[in-house]
């Protein structure tokens, strides 16, 4: 089946002499060095500075431990998937240290690597001007955001590239670009689960361009189950399981819980058009065509995952990026008029230059990173030594990274404890929203392997944890009370030391 969806004119046979000259290019090597030579330009911000968005501690913390020979979901736990984890315990492998500036590197290259797939594809179906559009609108539309969003390697950046590699494979029309595509789609669905909603559009393209329909679309299926599958080689799986999807569903269908949702979602909107006002045009330019069905159903699937928790990220729109493009270049070659794209490039241009220069502005200071974490962690490394655990009850995972003390009680953060999460209003009736589990998992590992430091920032009303004093949940206050004793109050944040022969908690501790 024909996939060329090019205008009337614009197939690559016809293309104007403009378009010829800059056909010389291509999709060959000095367009792609000219498309790296702009994703890292674009991403350059954060490879001078070590930390955008608190998550790149949570997974920073998660690779440490990794490094030091702990597993994922035992050892040291979040509600997130594997492989941007693993891919920072090989950055600290590799680099022997734990900055976070390679992982920034690495996403540029992602980047880089997204924007040339999504061009190659455009080439195909609407020639090379198309292609050039595709690119800019890639590189330029990731970096669109907030520093906090457009800059981090977090799990979103991360699964950029096997996303759109699923994406693109899914419609070379072969039984094997549909194992290929299955594969892509299980590796970002490792790396950001929400992925995962795109096993329908990729088995549709793979039925509606392949020659086998129904085995090519059963391929795609059957790889991405495989692929998502073999994470049990590398951690367990069971856990796993639960700590990526099922134990989940409060936090992803908790819209009672939100505050002001409705609102937040219209902002939400109203913020990404801002930075992806032209890709929007373009695709409304464009229109309907009946074989760009699979690619309106990955751009539901985007947005499916931005609106997922209702919480409206910024980065969740990166999940959305790849088919807006993929639908709106092609209309490119439609557009003769040279002022209208000139407009278009100033649109482009704009709030990408914006953001961008916004990027360079320190957020806590040089290194990006909370000011707070720094006299704390100079108080762990005196306490302790690197060999022993430490707790911190609260969202402040930098305190873990920097100090470089594993987590005891496995979690990186205690909010799967106390139901915490982002835009939910705070206080006990969040505790109804804990993770399953959690508590008991929490209790067991402080008990293996008892921290030698509890810092309680709950007192230190660190990120809202005033609401959530250990006093919530009586099985943490009886084993603080019984097994520590204060040694130090470092900007309201209690430092607790175990002592050195505890009493017995007794048979209620566990809860």
């Known amino acids: 089946m024909s996939t060329d969806l090019s205008p ?9 002499p403009a378009t010829r000259r800059l056909a010389r290019w291509g999709v060959g090597l000095p367009f792609a060095l000219l498309v790296l030579a702009a994703a890292l330009v674009a991403r350059a911000p954060g490879f001078s500075r070590g930390l955008f968005d608190p998550d790149e501690a949570a997974i920073a913390t998660m690779g440490m431990v990794v490094q030091h020979g702990g597993v994922l979901y035992r050892d040291v736990i979040d ?9 920072y315990a090989l950055s600290f492998w590799v680099t022997g240290s734990r900055k976070l500036e390679p992982l920034h590197v690495l996403a540029a290259l992602e980047l880089a690597g997204a924007a040339l797939l999504i061009a190659a594809e455009v080439r195909r179906r609407a020639g090379t001007r198309a292609a050039w559009w595709a690119a800019g609108l890639m590189v330029a539309g990731a970096v669109a955001f907030h520093p906090v969003d457009a800059q981090a390697a977090n799990y979103s950046h991360l699964a950029l590239l096997p996303g759109c590699g699923a994406i693109v494979a899914a419609r070379r029309g072969s039984t094997r670009s549909a194992a290929l595509a299955g594969v892509l789609l299980g590796l970002a669905t490792l790396t950001r689960q929400t992925w995962l909603i795109g096993v329908f559009p990729a088995a549709l393209a793979a039925w509606y361009h392949g020659g086998r329909r129904w085995r090519d679309a059963a391929v795609v299926v059957a790889t991405t189950a495989a692929t998502i599958l073999a994470i049990g080689v590398i951690v367990p799986f069971g856990p796993f399981v639960h700590w990526t999807f099922s134990g989940n569903g409060t936090l992803l269908f908790g819209f009672g819980h939100s505050q002001s949702p409705l609102r937040r979602a219209g902002e939400a909107i109203e913020y ?3 930075g992806h006002v032209v890709v929007c045009l373009l695709v409304v330019r464009r229109g309907w065509h ?23 990220f910024g980065h969740y729109w990166l999940q959305v990026l790849p088919p807006l493009v ?12 040279a002022w209208v794209r000139v407009g278009l490039v100033v649109l482009v241009a704009v709030p990408t230059v914006w953001y961008w220069q916004e990027a360079w502005a320190p957020i806590h200071g040089t290194s990006n990173i909370d000011r707070r974490a720094f006299p704390l962690v100079a108080e762990v490394r005196k306490l302790t030594s690197p060999n022993d655990r430490i707790t911190v009850w609260g969202s402040f995972p930098e305190i873990y990274w920097l100090s470089g003390r594993d987590p005891g009680g496995a979690f990186v953060l205690t909010d799967f404890l106390v139901g915490k999460t982002a835009f939910w209003s705070d206080g006990p009736q969040r505790l109804a929203d804990a993770t399953p589990g959690a508590l008991h998992t929490f209790l067991a590992s ?9 810092l309680d920032t709950s007192t230190g009303a660190v990120r809202r944890y005033q609401y959530y004093p250990i006093t919530l949940i009586p099985a943490v206050h009886r084993l603080v009370v019984a097994h520590y004793h204060r040694v130090a109050r470092i900007d309201g944040v209690t430092i607790y030391e ?3 022969h505890p009493a017995a908690p007794g048979p209620s501790a566990r809860g």
């Open 8 to 16: 009337p004119g614009a197939s690559p046979q016809s293309e104007r």
């Open 79 to 87: 509600r997130k998937p594997p492989l941007a984890p693993l891919l």
């Open 272 to 274: 990404f058009l801002i």
């Open 290 to 312: 009946r074989e760009d069905l699979d690619l309106w159903l990955w751009l539901a699937a985007g947005l499916v995952a931005v609106a997922a928790g209702f919480r409206y």
């Open 326 to 337: 993929l639908l709106g270049a092609p209309a490119i070659a439609s557009v003769n008029a």
């Open 446 to 454: 402080m008990e293996e392997h008892p921290p030698k430091l509890f």
């Open 498 to 500: 175990r002592d050195p």
